[in-house]
């Protein structure tokens, strides 16, 4: 079976293109995709069958070998720095549920602040 990567694969039209490892071009519809597969991003490695088409190739059972590292993965922090904020994060939390045990919440700058620094950890995590 022939191996390739995604040229590119647009989810609404439900069609793109593979660059063959010879380099031709092969038409990919979402038929061919395999079940659960919702969209391709480009560079992702497939392994397909061909059948020719009235416009040329065509696809067929196509088997995702693997995706690309997606941009947010690979701009991660590695897992030490994380464990560093996150420990640092805890303790800026039970500063303040002590606070707030003693009926005190944090002023809206503080609160402003720690809400930020919550969503910039989540983000990271959920890259």
Known sequence: MPTGKVRFYDDEKGFGFI????????????????????GLKPGTRLDFGVADGKRGLQALAVRVLEAPVSLAKRSRKPADDMAVIVEDLVGLLDGIGADLRRGRYPSGVHS????????????????
């Open 112 to 127: 402003k602040k720690v809400a930020a620094v919550l969503r910039k950890v989540a983000d990271e995590l959920d890259a």
């Open 19 to 38: 660059t063959t490892d010879d380099g031709q071009d092969v038409f990919l519809h979402a038929t061919a995709l395999p079940a659960g597969t919702t």
